[in-house]
């Protein structure tokens, strides 16, 4: 959870930093939430690209992991119908056989090699867990070494995002301030504040065709890339 009074108040210190003047409660309000949801489409996206690349490139497990930790909250477990039918919705991957406290996960082959297991007599000695592999649009099919199974499969699917952020605040002396009563923080990780404040510049550079106040979000962004990169 990230306090939405703390990417306010830097929002306005930077944007006074550069004399742009002030950010109504209005606009950053809908600033806030566009990069709330462009960060979490992101999540989904980079899930997508890092889990579709992580049976080539082993170093992608730690990438896969943190996006997940990200997701963990807006995630639920569905049956899988007739274990062959995914179910609609945005899955992470992760496909599994069991449910509760005896779910395991089943690790994706080609179905060429399942051919392989199950035809011979030799190679069915080496197949000693469940496995899945795609068939088709929303459609697998999971098989051990007794044959295909069709009942007890699960995936993972993203049922859920963050709640609309707001900077709640009453009206004193003409003046906007903070109201913590009516305030909804952004729920998303802490390690997103800095690309909040980022992105909460730059769609106000824009919006005021401020040239000089999206460089300052860019310039941050820059900052912030190279403290990741350390």
Not at 61 to 87: H, I, Q, W
Not at 194 to 212: P, R
């Amino acid at each position: 959870m990230i306090s939405i009074d703390t990417v306010y108040q830097t929002v306005q210190a930077l944007a006074n930093k550069e004399q742009r003047g002030y950010i109504t409660p209005q606009e950053f309000n809908l600033f806030a939430n566009q990069a709330l949801n462009d960060i979490f489409d992101q999540y989904i996206y980079d899930l997508a690209a890092f889990t579709e690349r992580r049976p080539k490139m082993d170093m992608l497990g730690d990438s896969v992991g943190t996006v997940m930790r990200k997701l963990e909250a807006y995630t639920s477990f569905v049956n899988v119908t007739g274990g062959t039918t995914l179910p609609p919705g945005v899955h992470t991957g992760q496909i599994f056989l069991g449910a509760g406290g005896t779910r395991r996960t089943l690790k994706e082959i080609d179905p060429d090699l399942v051919s392989d297991f199950y035809a011979s007599k030799w190679h069915k000695q080496g197949f000693t867990d469940a496995v899945f592999f795609k068939d088709g649009h929303k459609r697998i099919q999971v098989w051990d070494k007794t044959g295909q199974i069709l009942t007890n499969v699960t995936v993972e699917v993203i049922s859920g995002r963050p709640a609309m952020c707001y900077w709640g605040y009453t009206v004193v002396n003409e003046k906007a301030t903070y109201n913590p009563g009516t305030t909804q923080n952004i729920d998303l990780d802490p390690a997103e504040q800095a690309d909040i404040v980022i992105k909460i510049l730059k769609m106000a550079g824009i919006s005021t065709e401020d040239q000089q106040l999206y460089s300052a979000g860019a310039a941050e962004d820059a900052v912030n890339t190279q403290e990741e990169n350390k």
